[in-house]
T-cell receptor, first 114, second 112 residues
Framework: NAGVTQTPKFRILKIGQSMTLQCTQD?????MYWYRQDPGMGLKLIYY???????DKGEVPNGYNVSRSTTEDFPLRLELAAPSQTSVYFC?????????????FGPGTRLTVL | GDSVTQMEGPVTLSEEAFLTINCTYT??????LFWYVQYPGEGLQLLLK?????DKGSNKGFEATYRKETTSFHLEKGSVQVSDSAVYFC???????????FGKGTMLLVSP
């Protein structure tokens, strides 16, 4: 199993450009998550999904959009990139079942907005 | 709301030294508690977890005990190795178990 995969690994955007960060998991997990990690700030939840067709905002959703049309895929869309969105983005998934379940993380996408 | 506070790093140790990384939390109800580890250039991996008071999670020589009375989940290891150098994150789950709240992370640097 590949687990959670993310593409691209690195990307540089200009202010105002848009892009989609891809996330795919092959573990048939119901829950999927998008986090951003800023230096010294831990991980902040952007959006999450409890299943296909269902998404919810996390702590820092402004400037982002998501969709969940299939169980496997959970893309994150940046419509008008801003320097404040420079960060490392992590996708994660877990099986439904309760608060004890482990989240499995992808390797991350490093995004720079100039 | 829920929150997690970790000691600031970096924590710098020599190989075979004893490690403690402090973690305290604020939450309603009885959350599950986790330690995740992030090696350079990688995503986070679960290190250990505890689901109720007085539970001890353990893995790879690391241990942490869920202390409800002090709302703490301190990470310990008796003898660290250079390969333990990484960033360690304490986290708790919300009441529904849907999301995790992370601390800011503590960098550990182990020298030979």
């Amino acid at each position: 199993n590949a687990g959670v995969t993310q593409t691209p690994k690195f990307r540089i955007l200009k202010i105002g450009q848009s892009m989609t960060l891809q996330c795919t998991q092959d573990m048939n997990h119901n829950y999927m998550y998008w986090y951003r990690q800023d230096p010294g700030m831990g991980l902040k939840l952007i959006y999450y999904s409890v299943g296909a067709g269902i998404t919810d905002k996390g702590e820092v959703p402004n400037g982002y959009n998501v969709s969940r049309s299939t169980t496997e895929d959970f893309p994150l869309r940046l419509e008008l990139a801003a320097p404040s969105q420079t960060s490392v983005y992590f996708c994660a998934s877990r099986q439904a079942g309760g608060s004890t379940d482990t989240q499995y993380f992808g390797p991350g996408t490093r995004l720079t907005v100039l | 709301g829920d929150s997690v506070t970790q000691m600031e790093g970096p924590v710098t140790l020599s190989e075979e030294a004893f490690l403690t990384i402090n973690c305290t939390y604020t939450a309603t109800g009885y959350p599950s508690l986790f330690w995740y580890v992030q090696y350079p250039g990688e995503g986070l991996q679960l290190l250990l977890k505890a689901t109720k008071a007085d539970d001890k999670g353990s893995n790879k020589g690391f241990e942490a005990t869920y202390r409800k009375e002090t709302t703490s989940f301190h990470l310990e290891k008796g003898s660290v190795q250079v390969s333990d150098s990484a960033v360690y994150f304490c986290a708790l789950s919300d009441r529904r178990g849907s999301t995790l709240t992370f601390g800011k992370g503590t960098m550990l640097l182990v020298s030979p």
